[in-house]
């Protein structure tokens, strides 16, 4: 799944209580006539297959429906697998790598049906953890009832790259960090991401560089891809 960019910028989202919890029956295991059991391609339980970029068959007529969705498997994209549903009816899902069919997100939850085609990590609930094609954590990240609640986001090398907090007003206060470790930034940003109050930021060799603070944010968030 996608989430939406800790920096407020547009780029490429664990611990669950299962109580409750039913989960899908295997096909395999389910008694299907030969004939019809010998076209499945699949006995995973797939939602649906998502890519990077957007399907161009995508008409755009059904929003609920995300534009890079894929009813068959695309090369270098992902697909969704429903695990299960609790007794609220919420479902439970979990993204994959296509080409290694590893984790590409720990197990979330979603609690509206239409939202089951969407690969926007702001539709899901709960904590999540998004994983790099070679397991390594990119980010995590908290939402509740929509609204994200606290995450972070770690480079390539492993190392913390931003992380953020969000208080009861939904401001969100960030700090960000060059792959080196060095602090680069301290700032609070609104919903239409303004600044709130003071902020701070650092040049890579730690001096003070304020009036650069966007040119900063712009760069953490190119490395952190």
Not at 40 to 53: H, P, Q, R, V
Not at 175 to 198: F, I, R
Request: proline share 4%.
């Amino acid at each position: 799944m996608n989430f939406k960019n800790l920096l407020g910028l547009s780029l490429l989202t664990s611990v669950f209580f299962f109580g409750g919890c039913s989960t899908t029956q295997n096909l395999a295991n389910s008694k299907i006539p030969a004939e019809i059991k010998s076209q499945l391609t699949t006995s995973e339980a797939i939602l649906g297959y998502f890519s990077d970029e957007d399907n161009p068959e995508y008409c755009g007529c059904v929003s609920y429906i995300d534009s890079t969705y894929y009813m068959t498997p695309v090369q270098d994209g992902y697909y969704r697998v429903l695990l299960g549903r609790n007794a609220k009816g919420d479902f439970l899902v979990q993204d994959f790598y296509q080409a290694t069919k590893t984790p590409q997100s720990s197990a979330a939850w979603v609690k509206d049906p239409m939202k089951l085609f969407s690969f926007n990590g702001d539709d899901v609930e709960g904590p999540v953890t998004l994983y790099r094609k070679n397991g390594k954590v990119e980010s995590t990240f908290t939402i509740e009832d929509g609204n994200y609640v606290k995450g972070e986001e770690f480079y390539p090398n492993g190392k913390r790259g931003a992380a953020y907090t969000a208080d009861a007003q939904g401001n969100l206060a960030y700090t960000l960090w060059y792959p080196s470790g060095q602090k680069a930034t301290e700032y609070v940003v609104d919903l239409d991401d303004e600044y709130v109050g003071a902020y701070k930021a650092w040049k890579e060799d730690g001096t003070a560089a304020d009036d650069q603070i966007d040119e900063i944010r712009e760069q953490v968030a190119n490395e952190l891809e």
